[in-house]
């Protein structure tokens, strides 16, 4: 890890173990330690007092349905830090993130790279311990905070045969939507006028599914984004208070903060919606499971490094065991926010 060196694919699974040694001996004196129950796993996190830590603190949800376990661990570190080396630039030619985990993989390892700060994550699968290296405390990918050590997350849950999916969730008495779409498709106003006018969610972003006994979707984060406009539209400054513009434009803030009682626990999934911004009024119509298909695995899998196939198997089984409908959204959040309601009254029944 001397000065001058790259990672290329036929040293990155030394330098991955190399990081993940460097870890487990660091003087843990400069770190505090964070623990967090989500659903299914322990999270411990090993990080300087600093931006990271702070974004797990806020933006993770902490569950009483996990399962104690051996917990997982990451150790944030940074090159601004005493004893630690700056994070080594890719140089093998064009990084190819599903085609690296693949091969890693073979050796229990999972790693991605950010090639534009050399931000390093490093995982491995049976001891469950990863690694964060940054050159600095605060030079990471701008998305980071929203959803803080998500690739950890993903590669745990993968291993238990779960996955975050990139999904909005709205519900009531345990029974929710699953919205999946592109951005600009209206999916986070939904989830937001669905929250404001007594609907809950297990949220907007990223959300956990699991499928062993028909879908069941649990919060992880609990961010939630809007732009200026949206934020008059939903009139959002009685309940929360604006941020400075994050990386996408958006003001961002918490579940917690809009509905303080509006994170669900669980929600049992009985319908993807795919969501269209319209006028007049909201109507929900049938769509296939192709449009489906498309709305939810694509975006899923390519923002979550890993192997393709067992994820799209995933998300095809996902799919395969849900109804989809359009929902042409209204301008009114009042409006939308009760033809959801109708609508999972609907179902229930």
Known sequence: MGHGQ?????TVGRYARQLLELAAGFDPSPLAELDIRLPGLDLRVRAPAGPMLEAAGV????????????????????????AVPAPLPWSGGHYVAHRLSADLRESGLQAHHFHDLDFWQVYDLAARRGVQLMKGPDVFPPWEPGAPLRVFLHWAYA????RLAHAGTLGRDGKGVMLAGAGGS?????VLAG????LSSVGDDYVLLDIDDGVT?????STLKQDPAGFDRLGLDARVRR??????????????????????????????????????ATRIEPASA???????????????????ESGFRFFSRVVAALPAFHIHLGTDPAEIAGALSSFLEDIER
């Not at 790259?6 to 036929?10: D, E, F, K, L, R």
């Not at 996990?66 to 830090?81: F, H, I, K, R, S």
């Not at 929250?195 to 007594?198: E, K, N, T, V």
Request: glycine share 10%.
């Open 217 to 221: 979707a649990y919060p992880v984060f």
């Open 243 to 280: 941020r400075p513009l994050n990386w996408q434009g958006k003001h961002q803030f918490t579940i917690r903060e809009l509905a303080p009682d509006g994170i669900a626990e669980r929600l049992d999934i009985a319908a993807i919606l795919l969501p269209r911004i319209g006028a007049g």
């Open 290 to 308: 192709k449009e489906a298909l498309l709305a939810l695995a694509p975006s899923a899998l390519y923002q979550m490094p890993g192997e393709r």
């Open 159 to 162: 291993e238990q045969g779960r």
């Open 59 to 82: 933006a993770l949800v902490p569950s009483s349905a996990a399962l104690p376990a051996e917990p997982v661990e990451v150790t944030v570190l940074d090159a601004g830090m005493e």
């Open 186 to 190: 209206g999916k986070s106003g939904t």
């Open 195 to 198: 929250l404001i006018h007594g």
């Open 6 to 10: 790259s990672v290329g694919p036929a």
